[in-house]
């Protein structure tokens, strides 16, 4: 059974159609990127599956369950964006606890999700500074501790590197895609890197208008690019 399944999902803002119907499902465990030009629909896509948008028509299963009328805070699912909106007046630790505390949960537990969120994004002694004396690598990792101490079963990236210089979004996609992996998780990735998308998914789905254009791994799309707006975007042989 698909883990995340999207049923003839639809979004519109008034007479203006993003997304006319889309069907998407996600094995449990699949890393897949969302491609495609801007305004194509990929962030609308992603606020819709995490509730912070309203839907217009379909439906939204997780592991079975009809989420779609879910409040957002009751959905076992982390949305990781762009521009991290770390608390300036607190520090790592503290931001990273933060949901967890809101929840009143237990302090040794919420000591052992901190530090294994620590261990696993490299953040060793940088606990008790505050983002202000971070790096922009470092805070988008703090951003991601965050998301990663709640344990979400399903990850929605929305272009979190793109603020990062190359040689950094390098090393962070290698981490993103091994956390996904550690924690067991279902991601669905936007970026508009093409080098990303083959090097990190499991598979790429390619989004034009509000539609999927094509999905398979980065081999099926790059051999056999079914239309030219394929090959176009991931630079195949067509
Ligand atoms: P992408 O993330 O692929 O760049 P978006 O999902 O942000 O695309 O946007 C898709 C389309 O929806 C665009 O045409 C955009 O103008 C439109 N759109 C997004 N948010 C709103 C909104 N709140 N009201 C009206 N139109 C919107
Ligand atoms: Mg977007």
Redesign the pocket.
Known sequence: MAYLTLEKLR?A??K?V??PEIDLELEAGEFVCLV????????????MIAGL?SISGGRVTVAGADITGTDPSDRDMAMVFQSYALYPHMTVRDNMSFALRMRNEDKALIQERVAEAVEMLDLHGLEDRKPSALSGGQRQRVAMGRCIVRKPKLFLF??PLSNLDAKLRTATRHQIRRLHDQLGATSIF?THDQVEAMTMADRIAL?DH?EVMQIGTPQELYLNPKNRFTAGFLGSPE
Do not use: A, Q
């Not at 495609?36 to 606020?47: D, E, I, Q």
């Open positions: 979004k803002y008034g203006h993003v997304i495609g030009p801007s305004g194509s629909g990929k962030s609308t896509l992603l606020r948008e929305d272009e936007v989004l509000g």
